[in-house]
C-alpha cells in the first residue's frame, strides 16, 4: 500500500529518513490497526506522514490530515485534552525520552474517540529536534469496558464501606487481608486500622471459643462454605457479642485456595430475645422458678445421672394447705406475693444441685438428687416443713401457712418421669388426709387404695347419666307417740350387675372432686318427687330430709336451686327439710347464718346434723334459725359404756329445748338407747332399732302397716 507523496520542500536529511522508513514499514503499515504517524513539532503538529489507519481512526482521509491540507490533527485533539498533551509530549521530547499517554479526539462523524498514542522524538544530525514519530490505536472500547469496570467497582466500593454487615477477607491461617468499617464497628474499633493491627490471630484473639475458627475451617473444608455459622465473640472492650458468619472460598483458576470471603452480623440481640423468650418457655413468670415444661428435662437428667452414678432421686410433690383460702379473701396481690416468699423459702432449703419447680397455682415439685439414705430426704423435708410454716408478713399481716408433701422415689417407685409425679402426688393427698403440715412417701398400699378412688371418681362422672342411683330411705320416730314423723332420703349407688356401694365410698371423693353439687341436685329433685309420691298413696304429709355437703352449702346458687326443686316438683316447703354438718360453719360464719335464714326464707325446715362433733358454739347456736338439732350417733352409739356420754346427750337435749328446737338422736340400735334417749326426753330417734333405711317400694309398705302421728 502506497504512501502519500513526500514534499520536495524537507530538508534532505529528513527527505532520506522518510524513504527508508517507507521501505521498511510499507508492509507492516497495512496490517496496523492505528496510525501510524510523523509530525512537526508546531502549532498544528502538522503530519508530514500519516499510514492508511488515518480513516478508521479519525473519519479523515490521510490527504486531509498531511500538512494540514484541510484539518489540523491539533484541532481533532479534543479541547480540553490540549494542552496537557502538548506539555507532555514537549517535555519527554525535549528530554529525549519516549512518550505514551491516552487523550480524546473528536472523529468526523461528531462522535468522541478516545486514543493512546506512543511516540518519540526524531533528531537530525546535529542533534536537534526535527519531529515526532509514533503510532496512534483507537481505545474506545476498551475505555468504555474499563469505565464500567470503574463504576462496578465504586458502586461495589460504596457498598462496602457503607454496608452495615460486616464484610471480609482472611487467610486460612487466620489473618485479615481486608474488611470493611462496618466489622470495625461491630467489633467496637473506631476504624479498620485499629482492627487490623489489633487482631493478628481470629482464633484466639476473636473467638470466645477458640474451637469455633476450627468448626470453621473444618466446614469450609467439607463444603467450601459456611452458612449462618453462630459463635461468640470479643469486642474491643472485653464485651462479649453473637454473630453470625456466612463465607465462601474464594480460588484461583488452578483451583488453588486465595482466602475466605464472607459476612458477619451481630444478632446479639436477637439471641438476647430468643433466651428470653426461652427464658419465659421453662420458666415460671411469677416465681421465676422453672415451670411444668422444665421439669420434664430436669427429671430425666436427674433421672440419667442416678442410673450412672447409682445413686437416688427423690420427687417430692408439695402442694401449700392454706392458700386457696387467702388468694380467694384477701386477693391475689397478696397471693402472689404469698407464693413468691414461698417460692424463695423452698429454693433456701434446698442444695444447688437440686432444683425446685412451680408447676401452677400453689403447686410445686422438688427435685433432690445424689441421695444415698432416707434420713437425708427426711431433714430436708422437715426444713421445708418449718420454713414454709414461719409467718410471712404481707401489707403488714401475718399470714401462716403449711404444706402437704408427697415423696415418690427413683427408681423405686416408678421408672419414668409421669409415673414418679403420679405417685408423688399420691403421696402428697395422703399427707393431706392425714391432717396436713406433713409428708408421706409413696407405698404401693397407698396406690392399690388411690387406685380404687380413681377408679370410683372416674365411675361417678357417668353414674347419674347412666341412672345407677337410688335413694333408700331411713324413717324417724316420735318417742311421744311411737309413730313415723319423717324420714331421710339416702343415696345409694347401685351399678349395673353389682353390689351396693356404700356412700362412705363415693361421698368424700365426690365432695373432693366437685361432682357432690350435680349428685345433691339429683338427690333434692327425686326426694322431692318421691315425697309427693308417698302423699298420694298414703295421704299423710310428713317431712323428708335431704342432706347438704358443706360444698354444696357452699354454692352461690343454692338458694336458687332448692327454691327451683320446690317449684318443679310441687312440694310443700314445710315438707322438705335440709340437714346441714356443722363443718360447713367453719368456712364463713357470717356467709353459714345468711344463707341458713335465706333457706329458711323459702319456707323449708332446716336441722343441724352430726351436732356436738363441728364447730357451734352458744353464741352461733341462738342466731341459727333452724328446727332441730341432730344429735351425732357417736354420742348414742356408746351410751351403755360410756358413762360421760350420758351427761353430754342430756345437756344437748336440754340446749335444744332451751333453744325451742327438736332433737333428734341418730343410730339409736338397742333398746336401753331407746329407753335412755326417752327417759332424756329426746323429741326423735333414728336407727337400726326401729328401721334400717329402705328402698322406695319397702318404705311405702312400712308406711302402710305402722301408721303416723
Known amino acids: 500500500m ?48 500519516v499510514s492508511e489507519g488515518c480513516q478508521e481512526l479519525t473519519g479523515y482521509a490521510a490527504e486531509d490530515l498531511l500538512f494540514n491540507r484541510h484539518i489540523t490533527y491539533e484541532a481533532l485533539t479534543l479541547e480540553d485534552d490540549r494542552a496537557w498533551v502538548r506539555d507532555l509530549i514537549n517535555a519527554a521530547a525535549s528530554s529525549g525520552d519516549h512518550f505514551e499517554l491516552e487523550y480524546r479526539i473528536k472523529h468526523a462523524d461528531g462522535g468522541i474517540r478516545w486514543v493512546q498514542e506512543s511516540g518519540g522524538p526524531l533528531f537530525n544530525d546535529m542533534g536537534e529536534l526535527e519531529a515526532l514519530e509514533g503510532f496512534i490505536q483507537d481505545i474506545t472500547r476498551r475505555k468504555h469496558s474499563e469505565r464500567l469496570a470503574q463504576e462496578a467497582e465504586d458502586r461495589y466500593r460504596s457498598i462496602f464501606e457503607n454496608a452495615i454487615e460486616g464484610i471480609y477477607q482472611t487467610t486460612p491461617a487466620g489473618q485479615y487481608l481486608n474488611f470493611n468499617p462496618a466489622l470495625a464497628r461491630i467489633y467496637g474499633y473506631e476504624s479498620t486500622k485499629d482492627l487490623m493491627r489489633a487482631i493478628s490471630d481470629i482464633q484466639r484473639q476473636l473467638y470466645v471459643d477458640p474451637n469455633k475458627r476450627a468448626e470453621y475451617i473444618a466446614m469450609m473444608k467439607i463444603h467450601g462454605r459456611v452458612l449462618n455459622f453462630e459463635a461468640q465473640v470479643y469486642r474491643k472492650n472485653g464485651d462479649i457479642i453473637w454473630i453470625t458468619e456466612n463465607a465462601h472460598e474464594v480460588r484461583d483458576p488452578d483451583g488453588k485456595l486465595l482466602f475466605y470471603e464472607g459476612t458477619v452480623e451481630d444478632i446479639s440481640e436477637r439471641k438476647q430475645y430468643e433466651q428470653q423468650i426461652e427464658y419465659q418457655a421453662t420458666h415460671d413468670i411469677l416465681t421465676g422458678l422453672p415451670n411444668r415444661t422444665m421439669l420434664a428435662d430436669r427429671l430425666q437428667q436427674c433421672m440419667h445421672f442416678c442410673d450412672r452414678y447409682s445413686n437416688k432421686l427423690a420427687v417430692a ?167 313415723i314423723c319423717g324420714a331421710e332420703a339416702l343415696i345409694r349407688w347401685q351399678p349395673p350387675g353389682e353390689s351396693l356401694i356404700s356412700p362412705l365410698s363415693f361421698i368424700p371423693v365426690a365432695e373432693e372432686t366437685g361432682q357432690i353439687e350435680e349428685i345433691g341436685r339429683w338427690v333434692l329433685i327425686n326426694a322431692c318427687r318421691k315425697s309427693c309420691e308417698f302423699q298420694q298413696s298414703t295421704g299423710w304429709a310428713f ?72 364447730y357451734s358454739s352458744m353464741a352461733y347456736l341462738k342466731d341459727f334459725p333452724v328446727d332441730r338439732l341432730k344429735i351425732d350417733k357417736v354420742f348414742v352409739g356408746n351410751l351403755e359404756t360410756e358413762s360421760t356420754n350420758m351427761a353430754i346427750l342430756k345437756a344437748i337435749i336440754a340446749l335444744g329445748h332451751s333453744l325451742g328446737l327438736k332433737v333428734v338422736a341418730e343410730g339409736v340400735e338397742t333398746a336401753y338407747q331407746f329407753s335412755s334417749l326417752r327417759d332424756m326426753g329426746c323429741d326423735e330417734l333414728q336407727g337400726y332399732y326401729f328401721s334400717k333405711p329402705l328402698a322406695a317400694t319397702s318404705f311405702m309398705e312400712l308406711l302402710r302397716t305402722h301408721g303416723q302421728s
Open 2 to 49: 502506497p504512501f502519500s507523496k513526500i514534499p520536495g520542500n524537507l530538508s534532505p536529511t529528513l527527505q532520506k529518513l522518510l524513504q527508508d522508513r517507507e521501505r521498511m514499514l510499507s508492509t507492516l503499515m497495512s496490517n496496523l490497526k492505528g496510525m501510524v504517524y510523523c509530525c512537526l513539532v508546531d502549532e498544528h503538529w502538522t503530519m508530514a506522514f
Open 317 to 483: 410433690f408439695l402442694d401449700l394447705d392454706q392458700f386457696k383460702l387467702i388468694n380467694d379473701s384477701m386477693g391475689h396481690h397478696v397471693g402472689d406475693q404469698l407464693l413468691v416468699t414461698m417460692a424463695e423459702r423452698l429454693a433456701g432449703c434446698v442444695r444447688e444441685s437440686d432444683t425446685v419447680v412451680r408447676l401452677g397455682g400453689d403447686e410445686f415439685v422438688l427435685l433432690l438428687t445424689s441421695l444415698q439414705k432416707v434420713e437425708d430426704i427426711t431433714q430436708t423435708m422437715h426444713r421445708i416443713l418449718a420454713a414454709v410454716a414461719a409467718p410471712c408478713v404481707i401489707e403488714d399481716r401475718d399470714f401462716i401457712v403449711s404444706c402437704s408433701i408427697g415423696i415418690a422415689m427413683y427408681p423405686d417407685d416408678g421408672s419414668d418421669p409421669n409415673t414418679l409425679l403420679k405417685h408423688a402426688d399420691s403421696a402428697m393427698y395422703k399427707a393431706k388426709h392425714s391432717g396436713r403440715n406433713n409428708f408421706q412417701f409413696y407405698t404401693r398400699e397407698l396406690n392399690r387404695a388411690l387406685t380404687a378412688r380413681m377408679e370410683i371418681e372416674y365411675r361417678l362422672r357417668h353414674a347419674i347419666e347412666n341412672e345407677e342411683f337410688i335413694l333408700h330411705y331411713q324413717p324417724k320416730l316420735d318417742f311421744a307417740s311411737g309413730k
Open 543 to 614: 317431712p323428708v330430709a335431704v342432706n347438704v355437703s358443706p360444698r354444696q352449702f357452699r354454692q352461690l346458687d343454692l338458694i336458687n336451686t332448692v327454691q327451683s326443686v320446690l317449684q318443679i316438683t310441687g312440694i310443700d316447703p314445710q315438707h322438705l327439710e335440709l340437714e346441714i354438718t356443722e363443718s360447713s360453719l367453719v368456712h364463713d360464719t357470717r356467709h353459714f347464718i345468711h344463707t341458713l335464714h335465706d333457706l329458711k326464707a323459702l319456707g323449708v325446715k332446716l336441722a343441724i346434723d352430726d351436732f356436738g362433733t363441728g
